[in-house]
């Protein structure tokens, strides 16, 4: 959303790769959109308004790949022009947002050095505010700017202010601050460099900040779960003398997912994550004051924006039979409009659905961890169940919108999304949970899933198939290797079969940001050839598709090549689907429909070859239900 709430722009994901769309606001009505042209092939990712609504800031994935380019379009429904802004030919470019009228972005170089940068839009001229191995612009403003530290998992965030560079919070090792806003006091934003006396003991009335100070001090509010096991919001002042910080918004509950602040300072807009299921809490900024939670339209929601008052709220919403769409609120009505209203596309469940059902498991270590649980159709035949894996490790499962689960649920697949030790969403002690030698227990995990899926009698022993992306895909092939008399079947999307080959062959900085969470190629060797599924591969028995994407980056289509060519030497059931023009998220539609009529087809070959006994639906079993309504 614009700054002024006139202009709009969301991305839209119909046929081919997802595109940009700009819709021009009269009140709460909604013009017909304008097709953001860009003369890229190439699924666009982010789409930022300029300050002063002139622009807008396009970051797009050339072929689907891992690396990001940044165009540029005007607001003027009768300019055409696009042109690119960023000057990374063999790097990645990320949009991060605007400094006034200058881009901000991260401009990462073959060999992971990134640089932080604000980029004129009109001439591509580029000012370096920071550059250094793993840098990560978070947000500039008039001079300061947040760049972001430390590999995944351990994340800092450090304050830039002229030639100081300040750590922002203590040092606490393990912790994450990722996000950040840097403050001001009036409209257009600025740095508060001569705040009132009035002012400075109101925010910290523990101590007195000489205005005349040339420096003055700058502001931040931050999400970070530094000091504690989950996110929260925090408020954070730099001045010469070092930074003093507070809590202004926590829950014992739950996780703060995402914030964003109106520019005049009234208002700030909090989604929190509790179990998976967003919640929308809004904050008077003048004296902190929490709101009753905003019932949302569906039960996860994401992508805040709001108008430069506060009066207007945008985010998106979605839901396990509900695609994701683009939705409007008045903090103040708490009344909801939806942008785009023409019939969201993708396939539902058939008849009524009642959701899926948070179910909580207690692995054989004795740590609890949940998953949500999606049961076919009452009518419908059983025919099977999927354990399905989310990425990340960070990821995590929510009862969002996933386009491959209804028509499995139509044809009577159950399909369980755990959240494994090393999921997101659940404070840093779990995040932490399956680093390095600790990721035994994430495998075994995924084999307590089966043990649960069978003792509560929501499937049959020997017809259920496990299949994830991304890291999730590297899970199931260990799942397969460590636990193979478990499973029917397997499907691998752009997974990690080699630990070793995977860091010889991805983006240095994918690489060297993973230390901490896979361990060292070379110090961790050992560990690394324990855990590779490839080292494995005589113990994978079950009949197995292998899905990748040719301009993969992140994880090489070499990762599946690999596996694909050890089971056909070894005569197993073994089958590679590779999309020639995308990368590691399948991002054409057309690829994720072939993928999702491969996957049902091989899933149903899978349990009717196999060998079945009846069972029955479990008692006892703890479970939340969730529907789109909630």
Known sequence: MSPDARVFAHIVDDVGYPRAVQRFLRGWRASSSRDVVLPVDGPVTRVIHSPNDRWLACEVAPGGGTCTQIWMVTTDPDDPSAWRIDREENGTAELVGWDGARVAAILTEENGIGSSCLIDPSDGNCIVLDKRSGGHLVDAWAGAS???????????????HGLTETALLPSDPGSNTEAGIILDDHHPRRIRCGPTGEQTRRFYPHKFYDINSPQGYV??????????????LLEATATEDGVVYHVVAERPDCELD??????????????????????????????????????????????????ATGSMVALTVEGPSMPRTVELVDPRSREWVRIEREPSRGPVVAGHSTGPTLETITARDGLTFTGWLYRPPAWVAHAGALVYLHGGPEGQARPGYDEFFPDLLNAGVTVFTPNVRGSGGFGRSFLHADDKEKRFAAIDDVADCVRFLIEGGFAEENRIACAGRSYGGFLTLAALTFHPELFAAGVSICGMSDLSTFYRNTEPWIAEAAFSEYGHPVHDRALFEQLSPLRRVDALTAPLLVVHGANDTNVPPSESEQIVEALRERGRDVRFLLFEDDGHDIAKRENRETLATVLG?????????????????????????????Q
Do not use: K
């Open 601 to 629: 087809e091989w899933l149903a070959t899978a349990f009717a070859s196999a060998q079945t006994t009846p069972g029955a639906p479990g008692a006892g079993i703890h479970r939340i239900g969730v529907t789109d309504a």
């Open 258 to 307: 995402e914030f964003i602040v109106s520019d005049d300072l009234s208002t700030v807009a909090l989604l929190w994550n509790l179990h998976g299921v967003s919640e929308l809490q809004m904050m008077s900024f003048l004296d902190y004051t929490l709101q009753e939670p905003i019932p949302l339209p569906g039960p996860v929601a994401s992508e805040l924006s709001i108008s």
């Open 219 to 232: 502001r931040c509010l931050v999400r970070s779960d530094n000091g504690c096991d989950r996110a929260r």
């Open 146 to 160: 947040l760049v972001r530290v430390g590999p995944r998992g351990y994340h800092e965030l450090i304050l830039l």
